[in-house]
């Protein structure tokens, strides 16, 4: 059974920043795709980062310039920088891997799912 695990997530005021963590068990990172999506309050998931075998780090282009996504392999950890947090950022933060074809920000294309970090942004 494949499991990630994120930790990392918590409050903090809007201009600051908070680092999150995905352990993977029972699979390698460093044979797929992962990615970082999030949820915010009563809507969809949203692909925020994600870390591609063929083309490296990938962001959406509200989180560029701000977020910065690291894999390390030896500990078999995905790693999400967040600076510069806004209030149109909290929500809940999952961890994804082994993509399906497609595109690397559509969560129905990955197979497996954590169980999320909570994010709360205040102004």
């Known amino acids: 059974e494949v499991r990630l695990a994120e930790s990392g997530g918590g409050s903090v005021q809007a201009g600051g920043s908070l680092r999150l963590s995905c352990t993977a068990s029972?699979?390698?990172?460093?044979?797929?795709?992962v990615a970082w999506f999030r949820q915010p309050p009563g809507k969809e998931l949203e692909g925020v980062a994600a870390?591609?075998?063929?083309?490296?780090?990938v962001y959406a282009d509200s989180v560029k310039g701000r977020f910065t996504i690291s894999k390390d392999t030896s500990k078999n950890t995905l790693d999400l920088q967040m600076d510069n947090l806004n209030p149109g950022e909290p929500g809940v933060y999952y961890c994804?891997?082994?993509?399906?074809?497609?595109?690397?920000?559509?969560?129905?294309?990955?197979?497996?799912w954590g169980q999320g970090t909570q994010v709360v942004v205040s102004s």
């Open positions: 870390f591609l075998s063929d083309e490296g780090a």
């Open positions: 029972t699979i390698s990172m460093s044979g797929f795709d």
């Open positions: 994804a891997t082994v993509k399906k074809s497609g595109n690397w920000f559509t969560a129905v294309n990955y197979v497996y």
